[in-house]
Every structure is written in C-alpha cells, then in structure tokens.
C-alpha cells in the first residue's frame, strides 16, 4: 500500500472541521453522535481521508457504546496497530495504513469469531452504499 502523505494544511483544506480534529489530530467524537453509529445499509466504510475501503457492513454490529463497531477491517493490512498512552491507560490506537488517519481503537470484547470491537470515529469513515 503506497503512504499518502500532506500537510496539516493540505487535509485542513479537504476534511471538515471536525473529520480534521478526529482524524489527523487523534480526536474523538461524542458517543451516539456520530453520522454512523446506528447505520444499518450494506455498503462499504472507507477512510474519510484518503479513501481506502477499511470496513464492510457485514463486520459491524451493536456494541452499545455509541460508536460504529466492527469485528474486524476487510483486509488487516489496512489498519495499523499502535499502542496509544493517553488517558492514563494503554490502549490500541488504529489508524490506517495509507495515510496514518486516526479511526479509533480496538478490543478483546467483540464477538468471535476474531473477539475484537474495533471501535472507530464516524468522523474518520465515509459510508459507500452498496449498488
């Protein structure tokens, strides 16, 4: 996968105000507020920087926590793992491969069969229906 790389000024001038802050600066929205929590079509989530397909529908499901949540991405290789101290505890951050945008985090109480709830900012998505 080929790095996308551009200044803080570059992504200010595509992103919204809001996909800025969650997605180049780490941010996250409020629980239940973001545009795809509670989205049910089939379709697929792309990263809202760069494009890259991250998540299809048919991983999501209804973690309660207010934020989009997956079971896994469509190919590991688009998401990249980093350990993230912030808020006096250790998480996983993930982000994609592409262009370093922050998605969310990941954890070990999704459903099998991977275990894992990626929990990801709708901030950072694009939705694209399926035809």
């Not at 180049?24 to 629980?31: H, I, Y």
């Not at 809202?48 to 991250?54: I, T």
């Not at 991405?73 to 982000?95: M, N, P, Y």
């Amino acid at each position: 996968m080929e790095k996308i790389e551009k200044t803080d000024d570059e992504w200010e001038q595509q992103l919204t105000p809001e996909q800025f802050h969650v997605a180049r600066k780490a941010g996250t929205e409020r629980a239940f507020a973001g545009e795809y929590w509670d989205n049910h079509e089939d379709g697929i989530y792309e990263c809202v920087c760069c494009g890259a397909e991250l998540y299809g529908a048919d991983t999501k499901f209804e973690s309660g926590s207010g934020w989009p949540s997956f079971w896994q991405g469509i190919e590991e290789a688009r998401l990249q793992r980093r350990v993230d101290k912030s808020l006096f505890s250790t998480r996983t951050e993930l982000v994609c491969a592409a262009c370093d945008a922050h998605l969310g985090h990941v954890f070990n109480d999704g459903p099998e069969p991977t275990g894992e709830r990626h929990c990801i900012n709708s901030a950072s998505l694009s939705f694209q229906p399926k035809e």
